[in-house]
């Protein structure tokens, strides 16, 4: 299968952690809804990173390797897409992938899918956007996309991560909340001892944020589901343990049958 796009940009966020920036050679990025997915491909052959693990069994010779990622750039962006990535050492593609530099070559799905998107979620609801490690992409997307002209709902981010370092868009995010006042950022991290900085903000994981009423303390009232809906990306653990909270809260989980205030993307 012909390699039909380019790494543009490569941003390193924190050791494994990178933002990729990749640009079609040759054809026209199609139009998408922010929230989806894109795919990325490279051939088995492709050169993997020093610290991978082995491979084994090793991808079949000519094959393409191929993995779906959360689009973080904004659905007006028409030169290319960007997808924050994390390395994982045991897996098949993103070895590959961060072997790459800028100007190599790789391959880009020409359709974009997925359905964790704001097409469910009415205009006028209030927004908690809550996510761990590269889950934060889709959010990304959303906020890039709508959080100008969104001026009548409150929108909160909490994202979580183990170290400060691993927060990715933390600074464009900070600057967001500074230039929006209907936009509240609250970072947390988990592993505060860590940090060689002192670390003055949220610690724990989100759903200890949720527990502590961060969110209401931010918006001057507190989330309910009469007025709010709250999206949840990242790791499955985090997702179940939140839908477990709120739940007790009267949230309901959205499904193509029943309408409700909780949206789901379990990100591996």
């Keep these: 299968m012909e390699l039909n796009a380019i790494l543009a940009q490569r941003l390193e966020v924190a050791p494994g952690l990178a933002i990729f ?3 079609p050679d040759g054809w026209e990025l199609p139009e998408f809804v922010p ?9 088995a052959e492709a050169p993997r990173v020093a610290d ?12 393409l390797i191929r993995r779906a990622y959360s689009i973080a ?12 990535v994390a390395l994982v050492r045991s897996g098949a593609l993103t070895p590959r992938l961060f072997a790459l530099s800028p100007g190599h070559k790789l391959w ?5 899918s997925g359905l964790f998107t704001l097409q469910a979620v009415p205009s006028t609801a209030n927004l908690v956007m809550v996510a761990t490690g590269t889950g934060i992409a889709p959010y990304m997307s959303m906020l890039r996309t709508h959080l100008g002209e969104d001026t009548q709902r409150r929108t909160a981010v909490i994202h979580g991560a183990r170290h400060a370092s691993d927060l990715g868009y933390r ?18 991290i988990s592993r505060p001892q860590q940090e060689r900085l002192p670390w ?6 989100v759903q200890d944020v949720w527990r502590r009423g ?49 949206h789901t993307e379990k990100y591996w």
């Design 21 to 23: 920036r990749v640009v």
């Design 35 to 43: 929230g989806q997915f894109a795919v990325l491909g490279l051939p």
């Design 52 to 63: 991978a693990d082995p491979e084994d069994p090793p991808p079949k010779p000519g094959t």
């Design 73 to 84: 750039s904004s659905s007006r962006q028409k030169e290319y897409l960007e997808f924050y």
């Design 108 to 112: 880009l799905g020409k359709k974009f």
């Design 171 to 188: 600074n464009e995010l900070e600057a967001l909340e500074r230039q929006f006042s209907h936009f509240a950022y609250i970072p947390v």
């Design 200 to 205: 003055g903000g949220e610690v724990g994981y």
């Design 214 to 262: 961060v969110v209401a303390a931010r918006w001057g009232f507190a989330p309910a589901p009469q007025h709010t809906h709250v999206l949840l990306c990242g790791n499955p653990a985090m997702v179940e343990a939140m839908l477990a909270l709120l739940a007790q809260e009267g949230y309901a989980e959205h499904t193509a049958n029943a309408p409700g205030q909780v």
